[in-house]
């Protein structure tokens, strides 16, 4: 049962009107995508959240006028980040494009960001379910709840110093897997 | 404490307070902080990147589950709308803006294909609409939306409407069922802040001496934007049912669903016809009632009709207008009438 399929073949079946390949595709790129365009536009979660779900029905609308033959990552991130710029400046009415040219046009290097994007979230993603579950708890209620330590000290009945330990050994845990100096912060 | 590597920022509570602006305090600090110590800029920036990935990514894990099913779902309704021709047309053309529009809308968009809708025949090019202090007013804009002024309340379009996009100024309390058109943005400005629309149905009581504004979604999607200098930024989006209210002073607006059966009394406390096309009173009963009203006789629409309701049911309202047409209606389902 654990065969998991390349991006190529989850590709070619959903052109042909697979909607499991296609939701497989939509699980597969949804946090690297979700965290990429956040990042982009500085926050917007909602926004990007709501463009991520219209991309996925478009390029579903269209499954049947797609190149079968494509690096699947390349195309699926320049086609987002296209949308992602056009529906910005259709919300903010930005005049100038100037300010989103780099990133509109850079074809030439488009695949290698894909690459160089998408490993280092699936690094991140994987380190994250290394932790303890103990470990992940707390670091969601810091990172995702934004609990201070004493609030999550006294939501765990336990004291601050061991909230902090745990958070701590977690954090380490988290810097090791995705090894910092191969770490390439692109923003 | 000396901070001698990007772990030290990490580990650090207020540092993180700063990264992900939980508090202002901190936020400051740090931003001091940063302009003192130029050298540890590098550190900062490392531990503000994985804070911020990290809090990002747990988020999306958040909302995925989520966002997975609302995707299944819409294959799902997609796959059932595809045994009709017309549907699939209107689907594919509306869906990503139209997931949950009602049916009565997409058909009537759907009769009414690109060109001018049938309503706009009507409609007058008046740029300056007043309620008056005792009575509302109802508004057939040219582009085919339907505008509702409460009391008091004052619209004004600016002459630019229906180039780019479909600008107007509004004081006090309006209801809005807008004409879909993709390409022309529909936005009503209120003070300091934006709605835009591109087809959907919203109430917008605005109060631009106090700066308040607060918004209603009935359907579809807006997003609201407030002026900061010379540039908007985007405050809200809204999704159907939902209602946001703005202050000035209020930083965070909060999300909140409103009731159904409230927002459809607000749009039934007074309806008023004079001398109005029987085509017009139709359409417009549609949109207070959320209804879908058929005739089977097309000479019907050709009457005029005169009449007044104050918080009359559907179906006195439909008796009237049967009477006065002498004909007769009748249910097909619950949101669906026909007139014979």
């Known amino acids: 049962m654990n065969v998991s399929h390349t991006d190529a073949e989850l590709w070619r079946s959903f052109c042909t009107g697979n909607e499991q390949s296609f939701v497989d595709l939509y699980e597969r790129y949804y946090n690297t995508f979700f965290v990429w365009g956040c990042k982009w536009l500085g926050g917007e979660h909602d926004f990007v959240k709501d463009q991520l779900h219209d991309f996925f029905i478009y390029i579903w609308e269209r499954r049947d006028k797609l190149a079968l033959d494509v690096n699947v990552k390349a195309y699926l991130l320049t086609s987002f980040r296209r949308q992602l710029v056009y529906q910005w400046k259709k919300y903010k009415k930005i005049e100038s494009t ?44 810091r990172f995702l709840q934004n609990k201070s330590l004493q609030e999550i000290a006294d939501l765990k009945n336990t004291t601050i110093r061991t909230t902090y330990n745990l958070l701590h050994r977690g954090m380490t845990k988290l810097r090791s897997e995705i090894n910092e100096k191969k770490f390439l912060w692109l923003w | 404490m000396e901070f001698t590597s990007s772990d030290d920022f990490i580990n650090n509570e207020s540092f993180v ?31 503000e990147g994985l804070i911020k990935d990290l809090h990002l990514l747990l988020l999306a894990e958040h ?33 990503v803006l139209f997931v949950f529009a009602s ?11 690109p060109s001018r809708p049938e309503l706009a025949r009507f409609a007058t090019h008046e740029y300056r609409y007043e309620a008056g202090a005792t009575e509302r007013k109802a508004i057939n804009l040219w582009d085919g939306s339907f505008v509702i002024l409460e009391k008091g309340a004052k619209l004004e379009i600016d002459s630019t409407f229906g180039q780019l996009d479909r600008k107007m100024y509004l004081s006090g309390t309006a209801y809005f069922k807008v004409a879909k058109d993709k390409l022309r943005p529909f936005k009503v400005y209120t003070g300091k802040y934006v709605t835009t629309a591109v087809g959907t149905a ?48 209020q930083h965070l607006p909060t999300h909140q669903k409103f009731s159904d059966k409230d927002f459809s009394r607000w749009k ?54 049967c009477f006065s047409l002498n004909k007769q209606f009748k249910f097909i389902d619950s949101n669906h009438i026909i007139i014979y």
């Not at chain 1, 509109?104 to 994250?128: H, M, R, V, Y």
């Not at chain 2, 796959?79 to 594919?92: I, P």
């Not at chain 2, 050709?302 to 309701?309: H, Q, S, V």
């Open chain 2, 268 to 321: 039934i406390q007074e309806v008023i016809f004079q001398d109005a096309p029987m085509k017009e009173v139709l359409l417009q009963l549609e949109i207070y009632y959320n209804v879908k009203i058929t005739t089977e006789d097309g000479a019907v629409a050709r009457e005029t009709f005169n009449g007044k309701f104050r918080q009359d049911s559907l179906q006195s309202v439909m008796e009237m207008v």
């Open chain 2, 202 to 249: 919203f109430k917008l009581e605005a109060n631009n001496t106090l700066k308040k504004l607060k918004v209603e979604l009935e359907e579809g999607k807006v997003t609201v934007e407030k002026k900061n200098g010379n540039s908007w930024s985007l405050i809200a989006t809204l999704n159907p049912k939902e209602r946001i209210s703005l202050e000035d002073n």
């Open chain 2, 17 to 47: 307070n700063y990264c992900l602006e939980i508090n202002q305090q901190d936020v400051d600090f740090w931003k001091d902080y940063a302009i003192k110590n130029p050298d540890k800029l590098t550190m900062m920036q490392k531990a």
């Open chain 1, 98 to 141: 100037s300010e989103f040219a780099d990133f509109a046009e850079a074809d030439a290097s488009e695949l290698l960001q894909a690459e160089l994007i998408t490993e280092q979230f699936s690094k991140l993603e994987k380190a994250l379910t290394l932790l303890s579950p103990a470990q992940r708890e707390v670091v969601e209620l």
């Open chain 2, 63 to 95: 909302l995925k589950p989520g966002a997975v099913t609302a995707l299944k779902n819409h294959l799902r309704k997609n796959r059932k709308t595809r045994t009709l021709s017309l549907w699939k047309y209107v689907a594919a053309t509306a869906a």
């Open chain 2, 103 to 113: 049916i009565t809308f997409l058909y009537f968009q759907a009769q009414n294909p």
